[in-house]
C-alpha cells in the first residue's frame, strides 16, 4: 500500500503564504498523477489541484487560481502545494492523494486510489 505523508500547514493571517509537502513512500511515485484536496468542518472533501506524473501539466480549482501552484519532485518523491495570498475561507485540511492509473488529471475524488491523513492550515481574519 503506498503511504503518503503532509506536512506543512499551520496558523498564518490573511494574506500569508504556506508550502505544504506530501511525501509518498513508493518507487512508483514518479508515475503517479497527484492531486492535492481540501476539506473544512461540515464541508465535503473539495479539489485544490493536481499535477501530470511528469510534472509537465497541472490544473487547478477556480477557488485557488493565481494564488496557488502544484509542483512535484520525483527524485524526492514529494509533491508540493505552494499558497499565497491565503484567505480564511482556505482554512481546512489539506490531504494528498495519488492516482495510480495513467489518466487525464482528475478533478474530484473519484479515481484517486490513495490519500494521506492531511496538514491543517488555519488562516485568521
Known amino acids: 500500500q503506498v503511504q503518503l505523508v503532509e506536512s506543512g500547514g499551520g496558523l498564518v493571517q490573511a494574506g500569508g503564504s504556506l508550502r505544504l509537502s506530501c511525501v509518498a513512500s513508493?518507487?512508483?511515485?514518479?508515475?503517479?498523477?497527484m492531486g492535492w484536496f481540501r476539506q473544512a468542518p461540515g464541508k465535503e472533501r473539495e479539489f485544490v489541484a493536481a499535477?501530470?506524473?511528469?510534472?509537465?501539466?497541472?490544473t487547478y480549482a477556480d477557488s485557488v487560481k493565481g494564488r496557488c501552484t502544484i509542483s512535484r519532485d520525483n527524485v524526492k518523491n514529494t509533491v508540493y502545494l505552494q499558497m499565497n495570498s491565503l484567505k480564511p475561507e482556505d482554512t481546512a485540511n489539506y490531504l494528498c492523494?495519488?492516482?495510480?492509473?495513467?489518466?487525464?488529471?482528475?478533478?474530484?475524488?473519484?479515481?484517486?486510489?490513495?490519500w494521506g491523513q492531511g496538514t491543517q492550515v488555519t488562516v485568521s481574519s
Open positions: 513508493t518507487r512508483s511515485f514518479s508515475v503517479y498523477n
Open positions: 492523494a495519488a492516482d495510480v492509473r495513467f489518466s487525464t488529471l482528475r478533478t474530484t475524488t473519484q479515481g484517486y486510489d490513495y
Open positions: 499535477i501530470r506524473w511528469n510534472g509537465d501539466s497541472t
